[in-house]
């Protein structure tokens, strides 16, 4: 009967100044997600509105477990609570469904508690809030394309798939990355895409003869040159009684730098489940002996970690099924039997953690960043970005591992100087200072903000500009005070520069301070050049110029005695208006040099 009488006592309680009494008890107490013998909780928003469906939740008899549903239910925003969505899905309000998880996110990035849990909270999700590892088709797994707090999926192939794409699919949550991958790769009947200049294997589908040891009848390995692409295939002709296909292939490595160790990379898709091992050559080589494997089916692309090796001979085998069985489902000649190959090897032995002139904040084709630290940190939890490339998933990581708050430049107060003709910024873990749809965007929202300052060095028509970005960004300028701005124009995607690139363009004068907002559209970011491009002349050095018309005159003089004792009128740095600024004043009197 409680929901009934609470439902009928609503509006007597409301007369009673239910409200006014909730005020009082919301915001302190226990947690709204738990029972307890006092009225109210610690939300006070969630508490407000509990309170407002069940007033007796804010009475004497205490914060029962029917109080404890409703918050669960209809509290969105409160952490921990089923209303407030899944930690590994965007949504409008912040916090997630579980509460340490929102503390792990938001200690990265308070954004995600404070105002929206967006995709990219969703994605630090998967890194920060460690999951229930799973087993591909378990019992527990979900579905492959919807996100799940423990790993795996439910769907074997597709999830075993993924997970050589990314591990912790597996290992930890399935989340939103894990769910775009498994969208991008887990098609049927597909063909591995092969390189332009790739070769085909030598050895024709059901005929054995480049296998002289693993499962015969035998033959020689065919020859395999470093970085070619050879595509090749593992299947049979129905019927037939051959064993499965195994293929061998013979590498030589070399040294192109004379330092003694190269470093080897196998790349390797295939349709069918498969496997590519690379090993000392020798006869018969045993797979124990194996110093690179990788793994791949539904044609995603793999590769192996890589090794520093020295130059010389080695054996490569492509077999199905998984290593170091060989087996696989002997897939019948057709697409669903082919694999694309690659033995990648360069001169990239050095570490990346200490060669590297990448930023940590900006996505990079080669492997590691510049910072060493960051770099051991990020690459110890996603080695592709030190194997292979610092792409914008580095980026996030670097964001999360390396930072330990917002810029320093994150509100306007404490906009950072913008000497000369650009200035590089990071907006990763930024806040929002002012609102996001900014009127003078025409409806563009910022996602986060950080603040340059300028003093203009110029006369006439300047222009701001994003466009070497590689993420969408918004760019606003200001004039004004940090109190009180006014906006002068807005951007975003302007035209001639460049994909995400913003432009905003306006006439300054002489010794005019302008504030820059800059910040990505969406998630966070990362490292953006901000560039100052103006054909306008240089200002005169002329400081008691103080209006900036070309001349020292009784306008000037004005502007000093008004701010005498203070600071506007200080003509010599020291601070204060005063008679020394007055005699720099008159010493200057006329045209400017």
């Given at each position: ?302 590769a192996s970690p890589s090794a520093c090796l020295a130059p010389g001979l080695y054996r490569v085998v492509v077999a199905g099924g998984t290593f170091p069985s060989f087996g696989g489902n002997a897939p019948v000649c057709s697409i669903g039997d082919r694999y694309n190959l690659k033995v990648v090897v360069d001169d990239g032995c050095a570490d990346p953690c200490s060669q ?236 400017c040099p």
């Amino acid at each position: 009967m409680r929901s009934t009488l609470a439902l009928v006592a609503i509006p007597f309680l409301n007369l009673l100044g239910l409200d006014a009494a909730s005020a009082q008890i919301c915001g302190t107490g226990a947690s709204c997600l738990v029972v307890h013998p006092t009225p109210g909780c610690d939300g006070a928003a969630c508490c407000t509105l509990v309170c407002q469906i069940d007033p007796t939740c804010c009475g004497a008899g205490g914060w029962d477990q029917g109080c404890v549903i409703i918050a669960n239910e209809s509290c969105a925003g409160y952490p921990g609570a089923a209303a407030s969505g899944s930690c590994f899905n965007p949504h409008s309000n912040p916090n997630c469904d579980s509460a340490s998880c929102s503390v792990a996110v938001c200690a990265f990035d308070p954004f995600c508690c404070s105002t929206s849990w967006d995709a990219s909270c969703a994605a630090l999700a998967g890194f920060a809030c460690p999951g229930n590892p799973g087993t591909c088709g378990g019992a527990g797994t979900g579905s492959c394309f919807q996100t799940n707090p423990n790993g795996a999926c439910s769907d074997t192939t597709c999830c075993n798939a993924v997970c050589a794409v990314d591990p912790t699919c597996c290992s930890q949550s399935w989340d939103q990355i894990c769910v775009i991958i498994a969208e991008d790769i887990c098609i049927t009947g597909c063909e591995p895409t092969p390189d332009p200049d790739s070769v085909p294997e030598l050895e024709p589908c059901d005929v054995r003869q480049n296998d002289p040891c693993y499962a015969g009848p035998g033959g020689a390995p065919e020859a395999l040159l470093p970085n070619r692409q050879v595509r090749g295939s593992i299947g049979t002709i129905q019927g037939n009684t051959f064993p499965n296909d195994v293929d061998a292939y013979l590498i030589t490595v070399p040294d192109g730098d004379g330092d003694g160790v190269s470093r080897v990379t196998v790349e390797f898709a295939s349709a069918t489940k498969a496997w590519a091992a690379l090993l000392p050559e020798s006869a018969c080589t045993p797979m124990s002996a194996a110093l690179l494997t990788v793994g791949s089916e539904l044609c995603v692309d793999a590769a192996s970690p890589s090794a520093c090796l020295a130059p010389g001979l080695y054996r490569v085998v492509v077999a199905g099924g998984t290593f170091p069985s060989f087996g696989g489902n002997a897939p019948v000649c057709s697409i669903g039997d082919r694999y694309n190959l690659k033995v990648v090897v360069d001169d990239g032995c050095a570490d990346p953690c200490s060669q590297s002139g990448n930023s940590c904040f900006a996505p990079a084709k080669s492997a590691g960043c510049s910072d060493g630290t960051c770099c051991g940190e990020v690459c110890a939890v996603d080695p592709f970005c030190c194997d292979s490339a610092w792409d914008s998933g580095c980026v996030v990581l670097a964001g999360d591992r390396c930072l330990g708050g917002p810029p320093a430049n994150d509100t306007c107060a404490a906009a950072a100087v913008l000497v000369g003709d650009g200035a590089i910024v990071n907006t990763l873990r930024s806040t929002l200072e002012l609102p996001a749809a900014d009127p003078a965007c025409g409806g563009a929202a910022f996602a986060r903000d950080v603040w340059l300052r300028w003093e203009s060095d110029r006369s006439g028509f300047v222009e701001i500009t994003t466009c070497a970005t590689w993420f969408d960004t918004v760019l606003a300028v200001y004039s004004g005070e940090c109190g009180g701005l006014t906006a002068i124009g807005c951007s975003d995607n302007a035209p001639i520069c460049g994909p995400g690139g913003s432009r905003v363009g306006f006439k300054a004068a002489c010794g005019d301070t302008y504030f820059i907002r800059v910040g990505p559209k969406s998630l966070g970011g990362g490292d953006v050049l901000v560039t100052v491009e103006t054909l306008a002349p240089l200002c005169a050095d002329c400081p008691a110029d103080l209006n900036g018309d070309g001349a020292v005159d009784a306008q000037d003089l004005a502007a000093v005695l008004s701010g005498w004792d203070g600071p506007k009128g200080d003509l010599n740095g020291d601070g204060t208006t005063n008679a020394q600024d007055l005699a720099e004043l008159l010493s200057a009197w006329g045209a400017c040099p």
